[in-house]
């Protein structure tokens, strides 16, 4: 496989590879780390980190949308996150308030749909309601989905989908025979993406190189690019540096070519 390449100006032997706008991941997730160590970083509160993240995340989304993407899954708060202090679990439910209050025009003016998966019902009434009112005000655009991990855990979602399996087996309505990979996948929060509930594509930023419990079933056959860069500093040549990254590596599934 050969990547396209453009030449740096004033340096004709140094090549760049250029992202190939046909092969564009169809839904990329991402892992947005280091907004504490941004923030300690600059002797800021933690919390001044995550008011910069969500900067980053309107930045990212508008640029995901423009290059194509069709579902971007963005892991905001992990059901692991509530041990974190008080205050800066406070702040974290404030922001999607934030963030939806002054953004959905924007999102709208880009066809960007909103959507969630997790346990929202669990958050304060006012975020489940910016959420709720989000994925309303935005029900009718049908380019890229902005997909929220709110109150997300891949082993919870498993769980839940084993229980919803459960249920239906001793209901009757589902022999145990009948339980294959699609079966598993159509009761999992993915399911609402359709073709698209699996990644392509997942970046963590901030050096960091685990998967923190995200989309522990979806990943099955993901590309991993993990960025130095903490989630503030990440920008649109980060993420197309990284689709440049993902559109380099031989993808098999297993087999031997493709
Ligand atoms: C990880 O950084 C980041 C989070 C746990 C929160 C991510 C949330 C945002 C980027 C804003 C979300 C915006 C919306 C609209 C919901 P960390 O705090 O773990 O950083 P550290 O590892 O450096 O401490």
């Known amino acids: 496989m050969f990547a396209k390449f453009k030449k740096n100006q004033g340096d004709d032997s140094a090549k760049q590879p250029i992202i190939d ?3 564009i991941p169809a839904h990329i997730a991402i892992i947005m780390d280091g907004n504490g160590r941004w923030a300690n970083q600059r002797h800021l509160p933690r ?5 910069e993240g ?5 930045k990212i989304a508008i640029a995901a949308s423009q290059l194509g993407v069709k579902v971007l899954s963005l892991y ?3 059901t692991e996150n509530w041990k974190r202090p008080a205050d800066e679990v406070n702040y ?3 922001l999607p308030v934030r963030f939806f209050q002054t953004f959905v025009p924007d999102l ?15 958050l304060p009434v006012a975020t489940q309601k910016a959420v709720n009112d989000a994925i309303k ?5 049908n380019g890229m989905v902005l997909n929220f991990a ?5 082993r919870a979602e498993i769980v839940e989908a084993i229980q919803q399996l459960a249920q239906l087996v001793k209901d009757e309505q589902l022999k145990i025979s009948q339980i294959d990979e699609s079966t598993v996948a159509e009761h999992l929060m993915t399911n609402q993406l359709g073709e698209f509930e699996d990644p392509e594509l997942i970046i963590r930023t901030s050096g960091e190189q685990r998967i923190s419990n995200f989309m522990l079933w979806q990943l099955a056959y993901s590309e991993f690019v993990f960025v130095s860069e903490h989630w503030p500093d990440f920008n649109q040549q980060s993420l197309e540096n990284a689709i440049i990254e993902y559109q380099g590596r031989h993808r098999r599934f297993g087999g031997l070519q493709n």
């Open 21 to 23: 706008r046909n092969k």
């Open 47 to 51: 919390v001044a980190g995550h008011k």
């Open 54 to 58: 969500m900067q980053t995340v309107k």
């Open 76 to 78: 905001a708060f992990s």
């Open 92 to 94: 974290l439910m404030q």
């Open 108 to 122: 709208i003016k880009h066809n960007v749909r909103v959507s969630v998966m997790g346990d929202i019902t669990k």
């Open 137 to 141: 005000d935005t029900s009718e655009c």
């Open 150 to 154: 709110l109150n997300y855990g891949g």
